[in-house]
């Protein structure tokens, strides 16, 4: 599969993820998660490293969790669902993320995650 076409399907899998938005919540997954988009030729393994951008991404959303914590479930749910929807995404590379961006997001990005336990 062509690099052009597994952005287009992890770009899909993005979008299917970003319409579930439970609850009254202020937080917006549709926007938490065009924050991790430079991140995709790294999730995907098209890339070595993490860009600027995409650490910047991160940054956000590790900052959003910080100052609204009673956001931390739903930014939790709508990582989950971007994670197993989008198709292509390595899960080991999606955990190094963090850790390569120099942040310590309040929740993991991972498909398996139990949001209900933070």
Do not use: Y
Request: hydrophobic share 40%; glycine share 8%.
């Amino acid at each position: 599969m062509g690099e052009h076409m597994m952005s287009s399907i992890w770009i899909m899998g993005l979008l299917f993820a970003m319409s579930f938005n439970h609850g009254e919540s202020a937080f917006r997954c549709d926007e938490a998660v065009k924050k991790l988009i430079p991140c995709q030729p790294f999730l995907a393994g098209a890339a070595n490293g993490v860009t600027v951008q995409c650490c910047d991404g991160a940054r956000s959303l590790d900052q959003l969790g910080k100052s609204n914590p009673e956001e931390v479930k739903a930014i939790c749910q709508c990582l989950k669902n971007a994670a197993a929807a989008a198709t292509g995404v390595n899960a080991d590379r999606a955990k190094q993320l963090p850790g390569l961006c120099n942040i310590n997001l309040p929740v993991p990005i991972d498909p398996n995650v139990n949001c209900d336990k933070l």
